[in-house]
Each structure stands twice: as structure tokens, then as C-alpha cells.
């Protein structure tokens, strides 16, 4: 994410404007981390559900005001939120609550909306398919951090997928900082690098050796560049997809609730898509 000027930023002022810009991702980065970490490690499971359905509801939020924008639409948003808590608490608890009847109670209520809207109807249409895309484009990609906790020490899979899903990003960042020529998606996101995804590629199978040797030895070397490139790759095109969303809405940032990140769906839009495949990988090819 290159950092912007206006018409009262001189060059000389932009670096300065970068450096300060980038201590600020750091500091951010040193304070969730260790607080994420003691979290994850010692609180109960049910935390770490409390902290990823507050995370997708905030994504949620965001994503529904790039619809939404400037118009009110509370009813629509609030089925919305309601639906991706409850299809988050059938991924939890599914013996509580199926996730079938989940995603059949949300399509009842979404698709029954228009019905008592006030929006002419053409409109309230697109509301519905905006409200069952968001649910299904956040819920079900973070339900699987909530199925990845589950599994058999959920707790280290965990920190290995946020540690080298953060080592991608990371050196996607800088490397496309410092290296980037060429283009990767120039019509969706013009800063996105070939170097970048490559830089990230390097710092994320570095980052799994390095999580292999300090607290999951049930991961071998394939296993870890394997992964490293899974999540990589499973990364950009998340990026891209959120890139896709804001470029239609016309806007730089989902939002600006954590900061020099942006919004909660900036700081999630990697793990949207390395989560499943993450999952996945480890219950098909380590099982």
C-alpha cells in the first residue's frame, strides 16, 4: 500500500511521510502480536471465538458500506451481521447449530427482505445478493480459522498460519517497495509486484522453517515450503479479490480502524483466503 500526498506534501516530505507511515505498522504489529499469542495459547477456545466473530462483524461492517456507502440500510446490515454470527457460532458449536440451517435461515431472511424494505425493488434485490455475498465471503473463510483451532494442537496451527500469512505480507510489502518492476494485476491493484509476491514467498517459507523448528516438528521441510507457497499464493489473490471490492466502491481503505492497516478487512483480506487453504491442507495431505 504506497502512501498518498496532497497538494501540501513536497517530495522532500514524503519520505519522512513513508518512514513514519511504516514505524506505525510496526508498532501496531508489536503490540497485537504478544497480546494475540497470550490469547491463542492460554485463554479457552470460546476467546478466541469471541475475537474472530468481532473481527468478521467488523469486516462486515466495512464490507457492507462499500454497497451501502452514504444510504441507510440499518434492516439489511443488521441481517447481515446477525447471519455471519450465527453461521460463525455453527462452525463453533455444529452440534448446536447446523451450519445447513444456518445458510437456509439466512437465505429465508435475505431473500424475504425486499418484502419489507422501502427501497424500490430493483435495489432491494441487489441489497439481498450484497448481504448473502458478504456473509459467505467473510463467515466461511474465517470459520476455518475457528475449524483450524479445533483440530488436534489448534493452538500451534494457529500461530503458524497468522506467522507465516504475516512473514507473505510482510515481504510482499517491502520487496514490492524496494524491488517492485513489474506489474502483477496493474487494472485491479497497480502496486502489486511480481517481486513483491516473490518477496513474499521467501520471508513466508523462512517464517514456517522457522515456526517447523520452534513448536510444530510434525511439519516437514516439504511441508513448510509447500505451505509457504500455498499461502503465498492463497494471500495475493486475496488481496487482489478485496482490491477488486474497494477499486468498484471508489475507495483507498475499508476503513481505519486500526492504524497505518486501514480497515479490519484490509488487515484480514490475506487470511480470507490462506485460512481455508490452510485448512485444508493440513486435514487432505498431513492426515
Excluded at 501496531?28 to 495459547?41: D, E, G, H, I
Aim: aromatic residues 12%.
Amino acid at each position: 500500500m504506497e502512501c498518498g500526498t496532497n497538494d501540501h506534501q513536497t517530495l522532500q516530505d514524503l519520505p519522512v511521510a513513508r518512514r513514519q507511515f511504516n514505524a506505525r505498522r510496526v508498532y501496531t504489529a508489536l503490540v497485537f502480536a504478544p497480546l494475540f499469542y497470550l490469547l491463542v495459547r492460554y485463554f479457552p477456545a470460546t476467546v478466541f471465538f469471541a475475537l474472530v466473530v468481532s473481527a468478521a462483524l467488523l469486516a462486515l461492517v466495512e464490507f457492507y458500506r462499500l454497497h451501502f456507502r452514504e444510504e441507510r440500510a440499518p434492516i439489511a446490515m443488521a441481517l447481515g451481521l446477525v447471519s455471519g454470527g450465527l453461521l460463525l457460532t455453527g462452525m463453533q458449536w455444529p452440534g448446536l447449530l447446523p451450519e445447513r440451517m444456518v445458510l437456509l435461515l439466512m437465505l429465508i431472511a435475505v431473500l424475504t427482505y425486499p418484502l419489507f424494505s422501502r427501497r424500490e425493488l430493483g435495489r432491494s434485490l441487489v441489497d439481498s445478493a450484497v448481504l448473502v455475498f458478504g456473509v459467505l465471503y467473510i463467515g466461511i473463510t474465517l470459520g476455518h480459522l475457528l475449524l483450524t483451532r479445533a483440530l488436534e494442537g489448534g493452538e500451534f496451527l494457529i500461530f503458524f498460519l497468522f506467522l507465516v500469512t504475516w512473514a507473505g505480507d510482510t515481504g510482499a510489502y517491502y520487496a514490492g517497495r524496494g524491488l517492485g518492476r513489474r506489474q502483477l494485476a496493474p487494472v485491479i491493484s497497480p502496486n502489486k509486484t511480481v517481486e513483491g509476491v516473490l518477496g513474499g514467498l521467501i520471508l513466508a517459507v523462512a517464517a514456517a522453517l522457522v515456526a517447523r523448528a520452534w513448536f510444530l516438528p510434525s511439519f516437514s521441510v516439504t511441508d513448510c515450503v509447500a505451505i509457504g507457497l500455498l499461502l503465498t499464493l492463497a494471500g495475493a489473490l486475496g488481496d487482489l479479490t478485496e482490491s477488486v471490492l474497494k477499486r468498484s466502491a471508489g475507495v483507498k481503505d475499508s476503513g481505519t480502524v486500526i492504524p497505518a492497516h486501514g480497515g479490519m478487512l484490509d488487515r484480514l483480506d490475506s487470511l480470507l483466503f490462506a485460512a481455508p487453504a490452510f485448512y485444508y491442507y493440513v486435514t487432505l495431505v498431513k492426515t
